[in-house]
């Protein structure tokens, strides 16, 4: 059973930072993406960044220069470093992972809400 656990939300003022983490367990097959999206309330989930196995990391523009991904591969994980938060980060953050076992299939975490005041 895929489960894949986030942790790191809260709240903070805008201008401060916070460390995302979601680490995936019983995943046996190919990991061919993994990534992180937020969903606004009233809005569509949209990417944040994302990374293909080997690839170079894709970021959202908003979030250029303020958002750093990065994953250990080792132990299934990956992280998002916020800093210079604004109050439209606000949202439910989510990490997805996509495996391949003749096609694709995309795991998602529960979510955790990050809030930025002003």
């Known amino acids: 059973q895929v489960q894949l656990v986030e942790s790191g939300g809260g709240l903070v003022q805008a201008g401060g930072s916070l460390r995302l983490s979601c680490a995936a367990s019983?995943?046996?097959?190919?990991?061919?993406?993994m990534g992180w999206y937020r969903q606004a309330p009233g809005k569509q989930r949209e990417l944040v960044a994302a990374?293909?196995?080997?690839?170079?990391?894709n970021y959202a523009d908003s979030v250029k220069g303020r958002f750093t991904f990065s994953r250990d591969i080792a132990k299934n994980t990956v992280y998002l470093q916020m800093n210079n938060l604004k109050p439209e980060d606000t949202a439910v953050y989510y990490c997805?992972?996509?495996?391949?076992?003749?096609?694709?299939?995309?795991?998602w975490g529960q979510g955790t809400q990050v809030t930025v005041s002003s």
């Open positions: 019983g995943i046996t097959q190919s990991i061919t993406a």
């Open positions: 997805k992972f996509t495996v391949h076992y003749f096609k694709d299939y995309d795991y």
């Open positions: 990374a293909t196995s080997g690839s170079r990391t």
